[in-house]
Nanobody, 111 residues
Framework: VQLQASGGGLVQAGGSLRLSCAAS???????MNWYRQAPGKQRELVAI???????EYADSVKGRFTISRDNAKSTVYLQMNNLKPDDTGVYYC???????WGQGTQVTVSS
């Protein structure tokens, strides 16, 4: 499966962005993850959503980010609110079933 991430951009601290990850085929039975990688740092797990819709978040984004999915559109979303400069990085989506990565979308949060 091919994954296409989009929705990144430049935003001021406190702002919001919604990332999308569109799949080339059905991902309804796949757990999906969002990761991010800041410059000079390792890639870190941000959020996961299971095929049944259960979610988990990294402590650093709990209460600010929301992961969701629309299986009819084969798309997973990451709603990011109250963004902070530490949220800056390239965000990647990942399909656990297909072990496939999206190409990444840049998020930059200015202070």
């Amino acid at each position: 499966v091919q994954l296409q991430a989009s929705g990144g951009g430049l935003v001021q601290a406190g702002g919001s962005l919604r990332l999308s990850c569109a799949a080339s085929e059905s991902i309804s039975i796949s757990g999906m993850n969002w990761y991010r990688q800041a410059p000079g740092k390792q890639r870190e797990l941000v959020a996961i959503i299971t095929s049944s819709g259960s979610t988990e978040y990294a402590d650093s984004v709990k209460g600010r980010f929301t992961i969701s999915r629309d299986n009819a559109k084969s798309t997973v979303y990451l709603q990011m609110n109250n963004l902070k400069p530490d949220d800056t990085g390239v965000y990647y989506c990942f399909s656990r079933l297909f072990a496939s990565w999206g190409q990444g979308t840049q998020v930059t949060v200015s202070s």
